[in-house]
């Protein structure tokens, strides 16, 4: 829970004096609502911290994913994206899931289910053993095509633990590299967007299944070509200003951030494991956290002695929830707003993720 009060919001410059009544009469008829209705209602870390702020739980994709297979709720409200929505309906298909904004989407989620059986026939006719390891910014119908989910806190970990050599790992390219780093795989290059031929993509990653062989690598991490728009147009140039401007800042990026960045960074995180790490070192005070700026805003609020070096980006679509459609969404209960998948589907992709939910234990 985030416990923040509405001056504190117009002192920070997160809500605008204006808007302070009108957040006030939210907050207090959301929380009227929530009781009356024994409602749930979950937010991403990136939401804004007016919306933060009236959530039973703020998390990653992994906390809010668990938390929504015992929650003990008539409905639930979910502040996060539609593919969050839909892995909390995927979990606990017996509650009512609502997405007050069907504009909340994720340019990383849009990955077409055949192209991903196409890449996995490609694999299989090269013999390659492989597993195909979904991250959890997708659709359910990818989940279900898929041996075994993932987050940015635990991809590694559960690679880690799978028995096969080669992973398929969909849709983010950068995390993929994370997880080939870490754990002794080789990274190969994504194919180029919209321009997979198995032909010309076989020639490319050739010499490197060769040489990943020499140095005895465990296996190969074949990444998808998809990207996190916000964490994909961060840059070099945004860490090396923060290294100039102040030498002893730790940096610390996310795991969508391209190859180059997780190098040069201090550290590579999630953001649970970003919020963990500020909490559990306040002698690190003066912090560059390079990820979506919801989280950021709130480290701020929380963490008034440490200095944040603003290098963060807006996500638009985790911006399309606000006070105001999530107050529509809990008191109507709009048809539209609520967010199913067909039942051949769930069944697969909750298999997916309850595999990551065992692996990550
Ligand atoms: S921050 Fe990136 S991955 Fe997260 S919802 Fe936005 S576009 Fe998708």
Same mark, same amino acid.
């Given at each position: ?9 117009? =002192? ?9 009544? =009108? ?10 609502? &929530?009781?009356? &209705? ?8 990136? !939401? ?10 703020? /998390? %990653? ?12 709720? =008539? ?13 909390? *309906? ?10 007050? +904004? !069907? ?8 990955? %077409?289910? %055949? $192209?991903?059986?196409?890449? !996995? ?15 959890? +910014?997708?659709?359910?119908?990818? &989940? ?18 799978? $028995? ?7 849709? $983010?390219? +950068? #995390?993929? *590299? ?8 080789? *990274? ?10 198995? &032909? ?7 010499? #490197?299944?060769?040489? /990943? ?5 465990? /296996? +190969?991490?074949?990444?998808?070509? /998809? ?15 923060? =290294?100039? @401007? %102040? ?14 960045? !997780?190098?040069?960074?201090? @550290?590579?995180?999630?953001?649970s494991q970003m919020v963990k790490y500020v909490e559990a070192h306040p002698e690190k005070n003066r912090l560059a956290i390079l990820t979506e700026c919801g989280l950021v805003v709130r480290l701020e609020l929380e963490h008034p002695e440490t200095r944040f070096y603003r290098v963060c980006r807006l996500c638009e679509h985790m911006k399309a929830i606000d006070l105001e459609n999530v107050y529509l969404a809990l008191r109507d209960e709009p048809p539209e707003c609520r967010v199913t998948v067909p039942e051949n589907v769930r069944v697969g992709a909750a298999r997916a993720m309850e595999r990551m939910i065992e692996l990550a234990g």
């Amino acid at each position: 829970m985030f416990d923040v009060s509405i001056e504190r919001l117009v =002192r920070g410059g997160q809500v605008e004096e204006s808007r302070a009544a =009108r957040v006030a009469f939210l907050w207090e008829e959301i929380r009227r609502l &929530k009781r009356d &209705k024994h409602a749930f209602v979950p937010a991403h870390n990136y !939401q804004v911290p007016e919306v933060q702020a009236i959530a039973d739980i703020v /998390g %990653d994709s992994f906390e809010l994913a668990v938390r929504a297979r015992n929650v003990d709720a =008539r409905l639930v409200v979910f502040c996060g994206v539609r593919f969050m929505a839909e892995g909390c *309906y995927t979990l606990a298909p017996h509650l009512p899931v609502y997405l007050p +904004n !069907q504009r909340a989407l994720c340019s990383l989620a849009e990955v %077409d289910a %055949d $192209d991903l059986e196409e890449r !996995q026939d490609f694999l299989r006719s090269l013999g390659r053993r492989f597993a195909t390891m979904t991250y959890v +910014n997708t659709y359910a119908d990818v &989940k279900a095509l898929s041996d075994v989910c993932c987050t940015s806190a635990n991809a590694a970990k559960i690679a880690g633990r799978l $028995d096969v050599p080669d992973i398929l790992f969909v849709p $983010d390219q +950068n #995390l993929a *590299y994370q997880v080939a780093i870490k754990t002794k795989r080789m *990274y190969l290059p994504p194919p180029d967007p919209h321009a997979f031929h198995p &032909k010309e993509y076989l020639a490319r990653i050739e010499p #490197l299944l060769r040489e /990943g062989e020499r140095q005895g690598l465990v /296996g +190969n991490v074949f990444p998808w070509e /998809g990207a996190c728009h916000v964490h994909h147009e961060m840059t070099l140039a945004d860490i090396a200003t923060i =290294r100039r @401007e %102040d030498p002893t800042a730790v940096v610390i990026v996310h795991g969508e951030v391209r190859p180059e960045l !997780q190098e040069a960074a201090d @550290e590579v995180m999630s953001t649970s494991q970003m919020v963990k790490y500020v909490e559990a070192h306040p002698e690190k005070n003066r912090l560059a956290i390079l990820t979506e700026c919801g989280l950021v805003v709130r480290l701020e609020l929380e963490h008034p002695e440490t200095r944040f070096y603003r290098v963060c980006r807006l996500c638009e679509h985790m911006k399309a929830i606000d006070l105001e459609n999530v107050y529509l969404a809990l008191r109507d209960e709009p048809p539209e707003c609520r967010v199913t998948v067909p039942e051949n589907v769930r069944v697969g992709a909750a298999r997916a993720m309850e595999r990551m939910i065992e692996l990550a234990g």
